[in-house]
């Protein structure tokens, strides 16, 4: 089946670590994204790749870091700078070449204990 | 600074009724206005998209009506059913990568 992945389904982080969510995909799409849900706020965009080997920061990148070194890899790390990590990340890819809609992975919760 | 405006936040509608729901974009790079469907704790779907050439899609039961000169595009969803109960997202982008999103509106359908 093709699809997007997100690991884990649930993440715990404490106070002052850093944890990377994990996305995989494998639709060969050349753009992922990574998405930050809150309640009532909607969909905010952290970071966003269009090739591999290059990402560009989002409305809320800071305290936040990615990588694009594989096609179907995006993972995402949540660093301590960020000090409201809490949320559910959401993982997206699109094909390139002009096609604009974005499919999502099933997403990934952080709790803070 | 929210780019796409969305509203009602919730709305409750009786099975077989309409649920409607409104967006409202200032962008007008703007050329592509997709709706997803969302239920809890999974990612958002696809349900429907639309392009400026067009003032209205239907797909089944969905329908976007979208009104260049307003700019302002709506889902319409006819004949609701329990199963429609979801969180609801427009959104808009240009012609490149990135999508602004709606703060979403969640849909209760009662039987």
């Known amino acids: 089946d093709g699809g997007i992945t997100q690991s884990p389904k649930y993440l715990f982080r404490k106070e002052g670590q850093n944890v990377t969510l994990s996305c995989e995909q494998n639709l060969n799409h050349d753009a992922m994204y990574w998405y930050r849900q809150d309640p009532g706020q909607g969909l905010r965009l952290i970071y966003y790749?269009?090739?591999?080997?290059?990402?560009q920061k989002g409305d809320i990148a800071e305290g936040y870091s990615v990588s694009r070194e594989k096609k179907e890899s995006f993972p995402l790390t949540v660093t301590s700078a960020q000090k409201n990590p809490t949320a559910f990340y959401l993982c997206?890819?699109?094909?390139?070449?002009?096609?604009?809609?974005?499919?999502f992975g099933p997403g990934t919760r952080l709790l803070v204990l | 600074q929210q780019q796409v405006k969305q509203s009602p936040q919730s709305l409750i509608v009786q099975k077989g009724g309409i649920s409607i729901i409104n967006c409202a974009y200032e962008?007008?790079?703007?050329?592509?206005f997709p709706w997803y469907q969302q239920f809890p704790g999974k990612g958002p779907a696809l349900l429907i998209a639309?392009?400026?050439?067009?003032s209205e899609k239907k797909e089944g039961r969905f329908t976007i009506s979208f009104n260049k000169s307003a700019k302002q595009f709506s889902l319409h969803i006819m004949d609701s059913q329990p199963g429609d109960s979801a969180t609801y997202f427009c959104a808009a982008g240009p012609y490149d990568y990135k999508l602004s999103f709606g703060a979403g509106t969640t849909v209760t359908v009662r039987a």
């Open positions: 639309i392009r400026p050439d067009v």
């Open positions: 997206a890819s699109k094909q390139g070449g002009g096609e604009q809609t974005q499919y």
């Open positions: 962008n007008t790079a703007f050329d592509y």
């Open positions: 790749s269009q090739i591999v080997n290059d990402f």
